[in-house]
């Protein structure tokens, strides 16, 4: 008899952000570019047991790469993953260089987006 509890043996859980970038990051490595995770964590300083901030521009892609000339910028959400301000901007600048820019959340929208670009995969 349930109480309305959910079981977390039974239940299926979504997918983190970390193991969606680990499956795309491993599709993208069967393409003929290249294509790499852009860290944007904060380094750990050990003496001021602090991170230290990313010098990087805030709202850099998750995945970054070059394929068939064409710059990639790929940002990895989960399926309740919403994009922040500066992500949004981030993509946008891309797409108004002529890169290819988008949300995925999943292998397949990845796949989606690069035959919608009209990149042969």
């Known amino acids: 008899m349930s109480l309305g509890k959910k079981n977390p043996f039974t ?4 997918k983190s952000e ?4 680990k499956e795309i990051m491993e599709y993208l490595s069967t393409l003929d570019g290249l294509f790499w995770r852009n860290n ?11 991170y230290r901030a990313n010098s990087s521009i805030n709202g850099v892609s ?8 064409i710059f990639v910028a790929i940002e990895v ?3 309740k993953g919403r994009l922040s ?3 949004q901007e981030f ?3 891309v ?8 949300v995925a959340r999943s292998v397949d929208d990845v796949k989606d987006e690069f035959m919608a670009f009209g990149l042969d995969i």
């Open 18 to 21: 970390l193991q969606i970038q």
């Open 62 to 69: 998750d995945i970054l790469g070059i394929y068939r000339g």
């Open 95 to 102: 797409a108004l260089n002529r890169g290819l820019s988008f």
């Open 85 to 87: 301000a500066n992500q």
């Open 40 to 50: 944007t964590t904060g380094m750990f300083d050990p003496i001021t047991k602090r």
């Open 91 to 93: 993509l946008n600048q």
């Open 11 to 14: 239940e299926k859980r979504s």
């Open 77 to 79: 959400k989960t399926t």
